[in-house]
Structure formats: structure tokens, C-alpha cells
T-cell receptor, first 110, second 117 residues
Framework: RKEVEQDPGPFNVPEGATVAFNCTYS??????FFWYRQDCRKEPKLLMS???SGNEDGRFTAQLNRASQYISLLIRDSKLSDSATYLC???????????FGQGTELSVKP | GAVVSQHPSRVICKSGTSVKIECRSL??????MFWYRQFPKKSLMLMAT?????????EQGVEKDKFLINHASLTLSTLTVTSAHPEDSSFYIC?????????????FGPGTRLTVL
């Protein structure tokens, strides 16, 4: 079983749509959770950290369910510029290595 | 935010040659740098963790004699792909963690695209 597993993509959605990405992780000792965004042929960039209580940043909402070892990212009112690959990332301990999911590609069409 | 640079951004080389990639933290000191590899349509896979002044820690399956890592200063880590072969063609990305800080975000370099002919 992969350590971090994401929805297979790609997701093709029209502008303005709401899209949700799911992610599961296998190590129950994982402590930190993130969503990164990676554009084609570029480095990953931190989109947002994910907190136990859930958190929101504009059109983006992240949620964590530790009991189910499940993380989600919701994008509302999607824009063309949201087109990218979204990476679910987990860290087991402070200062430890980041473990990346395989990524889910999102394509927002006009 | 913190800036990490990589050089070169792109390299094409013949099979059998060695290629050195530099990773620099430009405006902060990084005791720890990480080296990742990403194949097309795949996720980033950690290759090794590089600590300043000590030997790198390699992930399982990564040959330390093939991928030489040197972290000589708090702002520079290098990855040398020795005797590169076509299967080493990949996107190599480094990241750096801010020194002595409770802030644990890693800052990624822009990546180096290696093509071995």
C-alpha cells in the first residue's frame, strides 16, 4: 500500500465548478499534513497546511480526519489558473521527510 | 518567502558523464536540505536528506555511490549523478529547511531537468 494515496486524475471541470480532492495516508503516526500545487515542469509550492479543525483560505478548504486517515481539499468557484497538479503531502514527525502522494491533475476549462 | 535556487536548470549530457547539481538557500541558513527525483507523471520521491557537515542519509533503493551528496555549508548542497545513464533522466528538485526554527516548512528549488542521451 502506498504511504500517501490520492484520487487518480485527471479532473476536467468547467470554470466556476466546485471540485474535491481526496487523499488517504497509511501511517497513523503522521503529524503534519499539507496540500501542494505543482505546475507543469515547475517545483511544488505550498498551497496550505491542513489542521485537525479544518481550515479555509479563500476558495480553498482543507479538512483532516485523523481517525480515517483521510485528507481533503475543496476548491470552490474554480478558475482557469487553478489548473495544476495537486499533491497531498504528509510528514511523520517534526523535521522529518515529506511524503508525497502521486498527485491529482486538475484542468479547468472555459 | 525564503528562496532556494538550483543550478543548472537544465542539462543534457552523454551517457557515462557525471553531472553536478547545486542547491543554494539564498536568504537563509539551512542545516538540512532534501533531494527529490520526479519522473514524468509521477510524484516526488525523496532520494536523500543532506545535513550540513555530516554524511547524507539515503532512502532505501538509492545508491549512495551513484548519487553523491555534499553539504559543505549552511547555504549549499550539491548532488552529483555519477556515470549518468538514460534511466537517470529525470527532474531533480532540492528543498531546504530553515535552520534552528520551529517553522518546519521546506522551501523548494525550481528543479533541474536532466536528460541523458
Amino acid at each position: 500500500r502506498k504511504e500517501v494515496e490520492q484520487d487518480p486524475g485527471p479532473f476536467n471541470v468547467p470554470e466556476g465548478a466546485t471540485v474535491a480532492f481526496n487523499c488517504t495516508y497509511s501511517n497513523s503516526a503522521s503529524q503534519s499534513f499539507f496540500w501542494y500545487r505543482q505546475d507543469c515542469r515547475k517545483e511544488p509550492k505550498l498551497l496550505m497546511s491542513v489542521y485537525s479543525s479544518g481550515n479555509e483560505d479563500g476558495r480553498f478548504t482543507a479538512q483532516l480526519n485523523r481517525a480515517s486517515q483521510y485528507i481533503s481539499l475543496l476548491i470552490r468557484d474554480s478558475k482557469l489558473s487553478d489548473s495544476a497538479t495537486y499533491l497531498c503531502v504528509v510528514r511523520v514527525n517534526q523535521g522529518g521527510k515529506l511524503i508525497f502522494g502521486q498527485g491529482t491533475e486538475l484542468s479547468v476549462k472555459p | 518567502g525564503a528562496v532556494v535556487s538550483q543550478h543548472p536548470s537544465r542539462v543534457i549530457c552523454k551517457s557515462g558523464t557525471s553531472v553536478k547539481i547545486e542547491c543554494r538557500s539564498l536568504d537563509f541558513q539551512a542545516t538540512t536540505m532534501f533531494w527529490y527525483r520526479q519522473f514524468p507523471k509521477k510524484s516526488l520521491m525523496l532520494m536523500a536528506t543532506s545535513n550540513e557537515g555530516s554524511k547524507a542519509t539515503y532512502e532505501q533503493g538509492v545508491e549512495k555511490d551513484k548519487f553523491l551528496i555534499n553539504h559543505a555549508s549552511l547555504t549549499l548542497s550539491t548532488l552529483t549523478v555519477t556515470s549518468a545513464h538514460p534511466e537517470d533522466s529525470s527532474f531533480y528538485i532540492c528543498s531546504a529547511k530553515v535552520r534552528a526554527s520551529s517553522y518546519n516548512e521546506q522551501f523548494f528549488g525550481p528543479g533541474t531537468r536532466l536528460t541523458v542521451l
